[in-house]
T-cell receptor
């Protein structure tokens, strides 16, 4: 079956530091890959996505590249802000699985001023 | 675009009562909606997939008689937690999908249920 593994948190950073959250996946088909962000007490918001190999998703200074050869979709941001403190979820959607989303366990990021 | 709302945002109820949570797609028609449950500091667990006009498909281990799902229109799906007990306390999140054809889902803000 499909699965997503992402690094466990919490990740604590200082403002303007570089952020990387690793995400690897296992899928039987050709999935689409997503990063969602969840702020305290809220639902999930799509941060970025990539639908095929070598695609790069980007939004709000965050980037992730769909790497089929390493089955990875690592999230990066060059200079984090306090407002980036949230939980980040890596996810995949596979048409063969009815387009259900498979989530990683989530990574809590705390950015300190 | 692609806004999903949930109501209520939080609810407290007594053990044994039933609670209904509404999920609405505000600016698009959602043929498929999903219901998730999230425990504190954990990931989302898919409970069921709801298609408009048909019965919901429940994930393994989810009691269909306890978590009743109705998707009567293209903009509304409801989750009713029947005879709620304290162990049903959780954060329930709905999502709508199928717009982009790539599996992207649009999430509601969630409903926090506390059963006393």
């Amino acid at each position: 079956g499909n699965s997503v593994t992402q690094m466990e948190g919490p990740v604590t950073l200082s403002e303007e530091a570089f952020l990387t959250i690793n995400c690897t996946y296992t899928a039987t088909g050709y999935p689409s890959l997503f990063w969602y962000v969840q702020y305290p007490g809220e639902g999930l918001q799509l941060l970025l996505k990539a639908t095929k190999a070598d695609d790069k998703g980007s939004n709000k200074g965050f980037e992730a590249t769909y790497r089929k050869e390493t089955t990875s979709f690592h999230l990066e941001k060059g200079s984090v802000q306090v407002s980036d403190s949230a939980v980040y979820f890596c996810a995949l959607s596979d048409l063969a699985a009815g387009n259900k989303l498979t989530f990683g366990g989530g990574t809590r990021v705390l950015v300190k001023p | 675009g692609a806004v999903v709302s949930q109501h209520p945002s939080w609810v407290i109820c007594k053990s044994g009562t039933s609670v209904k949570i509404e999920c609405r797609s505000l600016d698009f028609q959602a043929t498929t909606m999903f219901w998730y449950r999230q425990f504190p500091k954990q990931s989302l667990m898919l409970m069921a997939t709801s298609n408009e006009g048909s019965k919901a498909t429940y994930e393994q281990g989810v009691e269909k008689d306890k978590f009743l799902i109705n998707h009567a229109s293209l903009t509304l799906s409801t989750l009713t937690v029947t005879s709620a007990h304290p162990e049903d306390s959780s954060f329930y999140i709905c999502s709508a999908g199928g717009l982009a054809g790539n599996g992207e889902q649009f999430f509601g803000p969630g409903t926090r249920l506390t059963v006393l």
